[in-house]
């Protein structure tokens, strides 16, 4: 299985942006699916999660009421819809699957990374 993600850019204070993940290959075998980001000379962190099949999610603090990741099964895609965005935003969004489990917020539950894709937020 494969993740691709899409649809970073740059976007000012305020504004929104949606991020794709979307899965090819044996994807029916992928259980969750979420996002994580790295802002630079700082750690990967966890952003949002979503169960496949049940549509349980999980999100970090920070973004909770900002951020909704929600899911196409059809086309094998997750997506992270982020509004009102801040400078503190701005980090490089990694997709993440693993093969069984639940929508966890640690790192070492993914066992399947994507290319990341770079959000900036200018203020």
């Known amino acids: 299985v494969q993740l691709q993600a899409s649809g970073g850019g740059l976007v000012q204070a305020g504004g929104s942006l949606r991020l794709s993940c979307a899965a090819s290959?044996?994807?029916?075998?992928?259980?969750?699916m979420g996002w994580f980001r790295q802002a630079p000379g700082k750690e990967r962190e966890f952003v949002a999660a979503?169960?496949?099949?049940?549509?349980?999610?999980n999100y970090a603090d920070s973004v909770k009421g900002r951020f909704t990741i929600y899911r196409d099964n059809a086309k094998n895609t997750i997506y992270l819809q982020m509004n009102s965005l801040n400078p503190e935003d701005t980090a490089v969004y990694f997709c993440?699957?693993?093969?069984?489990?639940?929508?966890?917020?640690?790192?070492?539950?993914?066992?399947?990374w994507g290319e990341g894709t770079l959000v900036t937020v200018s203020s």
């Open positions: 979503i169960s496949l099949a049940a549509g349980v999610k």
């Open positions: 993440a699957a693993n093969l069984g489990g639940r929508p966890t917020s640690i790192a070492n539950g993914y066992d399947l």
């Open positions: 290959g044996r994807a029916f075998s992928l259980n969750v």
